[in-house]
Structure formats: structure tokens, C-alpha cells
């Protein structure tokens, strides 16, 4: 009851809230926190870096790492059953009840938008049979994306002087969190009510601390699509978000802010990243990106094995360049979409590797015959183009001899024609 109170007042209050949202900047601003990124989301390109990674206690930004392996491992309608020892877990909770059966989609909106440490405890129990289990598959989740100076703990992000990560650690969290649709459509729901169960029968309501996707809000930014705050004594205020403007998004990370400005300075480093980036699409999937002239003089056409996308500023006037690895494939065995090749584009001082792919069946391919000869034997060049002209010659030689043949036969059939006609007569 005490919560459904403050959500009402909350509410109320920022329903009235018309101050207006912090404005974009032409160079990078100013913000508290000790570690901070900004990141193109489609390409991972920082376009602004403090302290990328300094590791420090990450609070309940944690959680959308919890929420990555939930999506990852199971489905939203399977069912939990609650453990006592979620029912007692610590910190921020949606307060469930030991024995209590509820849905992974309820669970994750507990823990996405109430950031209920009690429903990260019943997810991790529920995928790896314990919170210690689940941090293991954490920290070999964070090794395989990239993050450094990292370790996880805990599904919740409690306070351990082991549990820690930097603001770059969690922006490749979020890279990869934000594949998942379902992320986005909890993460932007500004409130919700759960569903009854076999241990609560009256609904809990929730309501969105991310203040960036609340409408009524000052720091509502339009474009929001999630995004997680985190606080305890120790860890100080971090938070992570991520959005979209005209489909270029960016992820925003601040780790370990001891001012608690990280709504605004997000709002001004998203500004600064939209209003001065801009995000062009080099190569589609199965563009010709390059061609290869193999050892029969033919051009095999290289093709891009997916979308090529690149970041610039929006003032520059940069042209890529494109540098494509020699290889001497087995022709032979060529097939139409094996990987023959590798480029790098150059953008500026950024350069993004691309795989190529062969457009042609080589194998299939019917090689020609006097390539066959220049490459097999060691006929001499002058011989071979003797021999250009020499073939053509006679296989018209053969067709004169064929038909002399047949008018010859034909000549006979005739006589023999004559000669009984005429013993006919006698």
C-alpha cells in the first residue's frame, strides 16, 4: 500500500513537471561520473570515452545482464516457482512470496522497471539453480562480449568489493541486450500491474524508474528505448540507456557518479552524440565489394556477407578506402557464397573489417581451352596461337570432306538407281 502511494504521488507530481530537457552541445560535455561511454550501437564506435574502464561497483546496473541471460535462456511463459531464499533477499523488492509460481514476463518487469532484487534472485535460481551458479554464467557471458575489468557476483548488483564493471563493460552489455525486442518493449512500458497468483491475490503495481522514457517527466527524452539506474553507499549512482533517432542508436554508460547528474548528462551526451554522428550504410549483404582476377584471367566478384554500416562526423568529408586481402583460392572448389576473402574499409582513423564472399560457382565453371594449355603445358605461346587458327581450319576442312563424301554417295545411289531400271526395260 505504502508503494501504490508513492507511485500515485510520483505521478502527480511529474504529470505537473514542464521543465525543459537539457539542449545538445557541439562538443563533448561535461559530466560527473568517473566512468563514462558513449557508443554507436550498429557498430560499436565510441564517441566519447572517460575512464572506459575503470571498473567500479555497478549497483543495480547490473541487472540488464541478468536480463540478457534470462532472454537468452528461456521463454517469457515459463514458470518460476519463488525460493525462500528470494523471498529474503535484501534491497529493493516486489516482496514475493516463498512457493509463489509467476512467469519469467512478470518477473522481468519486476526487476526491469521496480528493480526488484528479489525477482533477480528467482531468475537466477530458476536458470542455474543458484545466485552463485548464475554469477559463473555471468562472468563467462561478460569474457565472451569484451568486457574488461570485470566480475560479476551477484544477479542484482548488492554491494561485494568483488562485483564490478566499467561504463564501456556495460555499454557492450547493452549492445547485446538490445537484440532482443522483448527488452525493448518492457523497458519502455511506464508502468504495469501484475498479474494475481496462487500466493498474492491482490495485482502489484509498478512503475518505471527511468525517468528518460516517462512522457510527464523533465527528462523524458524522446527516442528512449531502456535503460537501468543503480545505487547503494558504496557503488554511488551509475546508469546505462540506450536510444534511437531516426535509426541511429547509441548507448550511454556512467559508472560510479557521486553527484547523481546521470539523467541530465546522459540527456547532453545523447545530444552531443545525434546532433554531431551520423550513421550511413557502406555495403548491404551481397553487394560487390571488390573484385578478384585469378590465375585464368577470370574476376571473381567479391561480395560483402552482410550489411556494412559506418560512422562519421556529419561535417566531415571523408571517402573510404578499401583494402581487400590477395588469397589464392583452390578454384576448383569455389562455390557461390564461400568465404574467399577479407577487407578493411578505412573511414578517417576508423577501419571496420568486412568477410567476402565468392559470387560465382567456379566449380561449375568451363574453363577455356587455350587457357587450359597456356596453364597445364609447356607449349610455347607462339605454338598455341598457331593453333588458334590451325583448329578452326580444320574442323572446316572436315565439314568440305563430309560433304564431298555424301555427294558421292549420293552420285551412286543413283546410278545404282539407273542401271536397275533400265534391266527392268530389258
Not at 294 to 304: H, S
Not at 354 to 372: A, M, Q, R
Request: charge should be positive; proline fraction near 4%.
Amino acid at each position: 500500500m505504502k508503494r501504490l502511494i508513492t507511485i500515485i504521488i510520483t505521478s502527480f507530481f511529474l504529470l505537473f513537471n514542464t521543465f525543459p530537457a537539457v539542449k545538445a552541445l557541439s562538443s563533448p560535455p561535461e559530466v560527473s561520473a568517473d566512468s563514462v561511454v558513449l557508443m554507436d550501437a550498429t557498430t560499436g564506435k565510441l564517441l566519447y570515452q572517460k575512464n572506459k574502464d575503470s571498473a567500479y561497483p555497478p549497483a543495480s546496473t547490473t541487472k540488464i545482464m541478468t536480463v540478457l541471460l534470462v532472454l537468452e535462456n528461456t521463454k517469457l511463459d515459463d514458470i518460476v516457482t519463488v525460493s525462500k531464499n528470494a523471498e529474503m533477499t535484501d534491497g529493493s523488492k516486489i516482496y514475493l512470496i516463498a512457493g509463489e509460481k509467476i512467469s519469467i514476463k512478470e518477473l522481468l518487469y519486476g526487476l526491469i522497471l521496480a528493480s526488484a532484487n528479489d525477482c533477480a534472485v528467482a531468475l537466477a535460481e530458476h536458470i542455474s539453480g543458484s545466485t552463485e551458479n548464475f554469477a559463473e554464467l555471468m562472468n563467462k557471458k561478460a569474457n565472451s562480449l569484451g568486457c574488461k575489468n570485470t566480475n560479476f557476483v551477484n544477479p542484482n548488483g548488492l554491494y561485494d568489493v568483488n562485483h564490478k564493471t566499467s561504463a564501456y563493460g556495460l555499454s557492450l552489455i547493452m549492445q547485446e541486450l538490445i537484440k532482443h525486442p522483448e527488452y525493448k518493449v518492457i523497458a519502455t512500458t511506464p508502468s504495469y500491474l501484475m498479474a494475481v497468483t496462487n500466493k498474492s491475490k491482490a495485482k502489484r503495481p509498478l512503475w518505471n524508474e527511468n525517468r528518460l522514457i516517462q512522457k510527464a517527466d523533465q527528462y523524458y527524452y524522446p527516442g528512449s528505448e531502456g535503460g537501468k539506474t543503480g545505487y547503494t553507499i558504496q557503488s554511488k549512482h551509475s546508469y546505462i540507456a540506450t536510444a534511437n533517432r531516426n535509426g541511429h542508436k547509441l548507448i550511454v554508460a556512467l559508472v560510479h557518479d557521486p553527484v547523481k547528474t546521470f539523467f541530465p548528462d546522459s540527456i547532453k551526451l545523447l545530444n552531443y552524440g545525434f546532433d554531431n554522428f551520423e550513421l550511413s550504410e557502406q555495403f548491404k549483404k551481397d553487394d560487390v565489394v571488390s573484385n578478384l582476377t585469378l590465375d585464368d584471367g577470370t574476376a571473381l566478384p567479391l561480395l560483402a556477407t552482410k550489411d556494412l554500416y559506418v560512422v562519421k562526423e556529419k561535417k566531415a568529408n571523408l571517402t573510404p578506402t578499401i583494402k581487400t586481402e590477395q588469397t589464392k583460392p583452390n578454384l576448383s572448389s569455389i562455390k557461390k557464397g564461400d568465404l574467399v576473402s577479407k577487407a578493411i574499409i578505412t573511414l578517417g582513423k576508423d577501419s571496420y573489417n568486412l568477410e567476402l564472399s565468392s559470387g560465382i560457382d567456379y566449380s561449375k565453371k568451363i574453363v577455356p581451352l587455350t587457357n587450359t594449355f597456356t596453364k597445364n603445358s609447356k607449349i610455347s605461346p607462339s605454338i598455341v596461337n598457331i593453333l588458334k587458327y590451325l583448329v578452326p581450319i580444320l574442323i572446316i576442312l572436315l565439314f568440305i570432306r563430309r560433304g564431298i563424301k555424301k555427294k558421292r554417295r549420293r552420285k551412286k545411289r543413283l546410278n545404282r538407281f539407273v542401271n536397275n531400271l533400265n534391266n527392268r526395260k530389258q
